[in-house]
């Protein structure tokens, strides 16, 4: 019977303090930490004394495989996401792998997915509050998935006015996409629908800009950048990015205010 | 000069060692704590001390209030969200007072948005990796929001094939809603979709069921469930509930498996 055990551990933006409590003592716990090389690098304290098992960019069911062939043998086997596990993250490859090999939940091998603090949320967090009404995240990377299911999910999104989280918007070798999502965007919202562009949130050289729909690509846009786009009522004051949950047409703020 | 503090903290799911570290250490550093009674208890070993401030349910603008209140007397407040402090959550209500009452981040009083995990995120990490494609998040309560634009999104979010989490589903008063999502989703989706049914994630009581949209509504839903609808690719294999992210159509998992 299998006694290994791999956690696939959503470590959030990248600042140490902004994972979870549960990841970190996940961490503390694994013999062995496998991850994209970059990830690990922001991992340093918990590395010490570990088994670090690093791989580049755009390996990433190898370093599934690597892990479950290491929880098999018995190890405790840590396996990193950047953001949340779950989003666009290892923990669908690693379930992937597992259910093609007949891997049962009670047949030993135990897996654990530890949730994180996703980029969306992260970024959100550093501009105001654009996540108050229903919003969606939509890959722009169409590596994996054709460009006309991408294309019909931007047109929804923006047609039905939700709050939109722009996932993998531009790489060296992708930069149309990001084009193409701007154009979609104008078709169906105004020209300046607040955006936010926001590149390695709670990492060295982070930066946050808001723009619009019109400006936003006069902006630097790379591979750790997400956009928020905001919904036909949000709006920017005084450098904040709000999406208002409707209070105001409810209630009357001020009287609010003055009640306490 | 104010020199007053307010922390928009989102604790996550409810788990204490589900919080970030950044979370608990605003916690520990606050002097007074605002929040919902139900969520105060989440958080008794950080109450210890200070002054605690609970209310009902409902009073979200009464509890901004309070907190901006004691935060320009000088006071260094917590302001409690469960999950994130931005999906449907305080930052929202917060940022709409202080830019109604002139506020500007430069003037004195410092807010600080502290995200944490969300609704989607610990229900999907209870249930596999249902979150490896392209998500919306939509909010059912229709006390702030028109019903026809929810019933907008709902439809967009269907026939797009977003994995779609559904908040607020269900109350003791409002038990439609959840019925007519159920028949939309139904009009651009197959009935053996897979639904997931997590109900108070990381609290007492936390139940995990996984249904699909014909019979979704046979299941316990309330006020702590939320939803996810799979999308058309999503699947249910020995209870793990897994939406591919595309690398089996790509890549052969097999061979990945044995190439290690």
Redesign the interface.
């Known amino acids: 019977m299998c006694t290994g055990k791999l956690m696939v551990i959503?470590i959030?933006p990248g600042?140490?303090?902004?994972?979870?409590?549960?990841a970190?003592?996940a961490l503390e716990s694994a013999d062995v930490i496998v991850g994209y090389k970059t990830y690990l690098a922001l991992l340093t304290p918990w590395l010490t004394g570990k088994k670090v098992v690093g791989s580049g960019m755009m390996q990433?069911?190898?370093r599934?495989?690597?892990a479950?062939?290491r929880a098999r043998k018995g190890e405790r086997v840590a396996l990193i996401s950047s953001g949340?596990?779950?989003?666009?993250?290892m923990?669908?490859?690693?379930?992937?792998?597992l259910?093609?090999?007949g891997?049962?939940?009670d047949g030993g091998l135990t897996v654990e997915?530890?949730?994180?603090?996703?980029a969306l949320?992260?970024c959100?967090?550093?501009i105001?509050?654009?996540?108050?009404?229903?919003?969606?995240?939509?890959?722009l990377s169409d590596?994996?998935?054709p460009w006309t299911?991408?294309e019909?999910?931007l047109?929804?999104?923006a047609?039905?006015?939700?709050v939109t989280a722009l996932y993998n918007p531009k790489s060296r070798k992708r930069t149309e996409q990001i084009v193409q999502a701007q154009a979609i965007f104008l078709h169906h919202r105004t020209p300046d629908t607040p955006v936010a562009i926001v590149t390695a949130a709670g990492r060295e050289r982070e930066s946050t800009t808001l723009a619009d729909l019109a400006t936003m690509l006069t902006h630097p846009i790379g591979m750790q950048t997400t956009l928020l786009i905001g919904n036909s009522t949000t709006f920017v004051?005084?450098?904040?990015m709000?999406?208002?949950?409707?209070?105001?047409?409810?209630?009357d703020?001020?009287k609010?205010?003055e009640?306490?």
Do not use: N
């Not at 923990?91 to 792998?97: I, S």
């Not at 105001?128 to 890959?139: E, M, N, Q, V, Y």
């Not at 004051?237 to 904040?240: K, L, Y």
């Open positions: 959503g959030g600042a140490p303090d902004e994972m979870t409590l549960r970190r003592s990433e069911l190898q599934c495989a690597e479950l062939k949340d596990a779950g989003v666009y993250g923990a669908g490859p690693v379930y992937e792998l259910l093609e090999s891997w049962r939940p997915v530890i949730p994180g603090v996703t949320l992260s959100a967090s550093r105001g509050a654009p996540l108050t009404h229903d919003f969606c995240a939509i890959s590596l994996l998935t299911v991408i019909k999910r047109h929804a999104a047609s039905a006015d939700f004051q005084s450098g904040v709000v999406t208002p949950r409707g209070y105001s047409d409810k209630y703020l001020g609010a205010m009640r306490t």
